[in-house]
């Protein structure tokens, strides 16, 4: 049964379709104000025929509750840059940015954000020698006193904590190395991937707490989709949407099996919204577990979000 209900306050229509489950919201035009929760997919491999181009990476625009967020910077400034024009996002107003991993294609078009919003927050991985700067004790190292000063570390004086340089020296850079809320109802889930490849790969996860469950943006999700919603469970075990990289883009069908099931099943997900590496089996998989919950995400696709369903 179709009901529309009106809100003045926004002069927005909704069409809401009731199915056993609340199921995807029909948005009129009037809903493009900023303040309409949303996930804008900035740059991805694959979309629709558009003005953007499609190129292998992850950002997308995350607007909720009157906060804007700018989840990762895809793999190429000049790309990001056209694509941000076309899509008419504005990234010069942001509240802050997450770079999930220090991989190039999340952080390569961070010479153009930083560029239109030098002063952004920054919220990044915290590791050891790590591209965004970071810092240790001097006490990580062994140290020979018996050696002349000339062999020694800063002459056997060194300073108690030695901090290192980032590629990005301006960025007004917080990092991160556990899971902690950063806003009212906005979380980092920090987790480190024990897959090879990426070993001792630390990743950021969002995790947005809404009235209908966990909204969670992941980039890659290297430390392992079910490790991240686990997390993401204890701060609320409904999980309402995921959308992002699920790195399944090389995985056997019995790996995909696995994962495709602990969503549907065991965590029993309302809605998913897979790009980047989750590959391509890994999109019929999930599309064919989900059926209608499962929302198409390429370049250039508005995900609505109003805290209680999700739409394409």
């Not at 979380?187 to 490849?197: N, Q």
Request: aromatic share 8%; net charge negative; charged share 20%.
């Amino acid at each position: 049964m179709a009901v529309r209900r009106f809100c003045a306050l926004h002069n927005i229509a909704y069409a809401v379709l009731l199915s056993g489950f609340i199921g995807p919201m029909a948005a009129s035009a009037a809903d493009a104000g900023a303040d309409m929760p949303r996930i804008t997919i900035l740059y991805d491999a694959f979309g629709k025929p558009s003005g953007m181009e499609k190129d292998w990476g992850y950002s997308a625009l995350v607007e909720y509750g009157g906060k804007r967020i700018l989840f990762d910077t895809g793999d190429n400034p000049e790309i990001l840059a056209r694509n941000v024009k076309e899509a008419h996002a504005d990234l010069s107003h942001l509240d802050f940015v997450v770079l999930s991993h220090r991989h190039a294609d999340h952080m390569g078009g961070m010479s153009y954000l930083l560029r239109i919003n030098p002063k952004v927050k920054i919220y990044a991985p915290r590791e050891g020698f790590g591209i965004y700067g970071s810092s240790l004790p001097s006490s990580f190292y062994r140290r020979d006193e018996s050696l002349p000063v000339e062999k020694r570390y800063y002459e056997g004086k060194p300073p108690s904590v030695m901090k290192f340089g980032t590629a990005w020296p301006n960025a007004n850079f917080e990092l991160a190395e556990s899971t902690t809320t950063i806003a009212p109802g906005i979380h980092l889930i920090s987790l480190v991937s024990d897959k090879p490849g990426t070993l001792e790969l630390r990743e950021l996860s969002l995790a947005i707490d809404t009235p209908a469950g966990i909204v969670l943006v992941v980039g890659c999700a290297h430390p392992g989709i079910e490790n991240i919603v686990q997390v993401a469970a204890g701060i609320d075990r409904h999980i309402h949407l995921i959308a992002g990289g699920l790195h399944l883009v090389t995985a056997t069908d019995a790996e995909i099996s696995k994962v495709v099931q602990a969503l549907h099943d065991t965590w029993q997900v309302d809605y998913v919204a897979p790009g980047h590496c989750t590959g391509e089996p890994a999109f019929a998989a999930l599309g064919t577990a989900f059926g209608d919950r499962y929302l198409y995400a390429g370049l250039g696709t508005q995900l609505k979000i109003d805290g209680r369903r999700a739409e394409p």
